[in-house]
């Protein structure tokens, strides 16, 4: 379930990605810093289930970065 998780999100990253980068539309940048976050997220867990807890915080950090990255983006639009 991870696993395909992870596809997923990474698809959408990199599709929202392309998308900017081709069009020079950057509205969409707080969905790509989500989904970033969910994918970093997705590996946090699974760090977790191997037990490797330097990269299990270092994976949820960075996900609570992202999270606070986006609320930022929120209130400026």
């Known amino acids: 379930?991870?696993?395909i998780l992870q596809i997923v999100f990474s698809i959408i990253?990199?599709?929202l990605s392309a998308y900017g980068l081709i069009t020079r539309d950057y509205q969409l940048n707080f969905l790509t810093i989500l989904?970033?976050?969910l994918f970093m997220l997705t590996l946090?867990?699974?760090e977790f289930?191997?037990?490797q807890i330097?990269?299990?915080a270092t994976?949820?950090?960075i996900f609570i970065f992202g999270i606070c990255?986006?609320?930022r983006f929120s209130i400026q639009a």
């Open 59 to 61: 994976n949820r950090g």
């Open 44 to 46: 946090g867990i699974k």
């Open 69 to 71: 990255v986006i609320s």
């Open 35 to 37: 989904f970033l976050g």
């Open 54 to 56: 330097l990269w299990l």
């Open 1 to 3: 379930m991870l696993k």
């Open 13 to 15: 990253v990199v599709s």
């Open 49 to 51: 289930q191997r037990e």
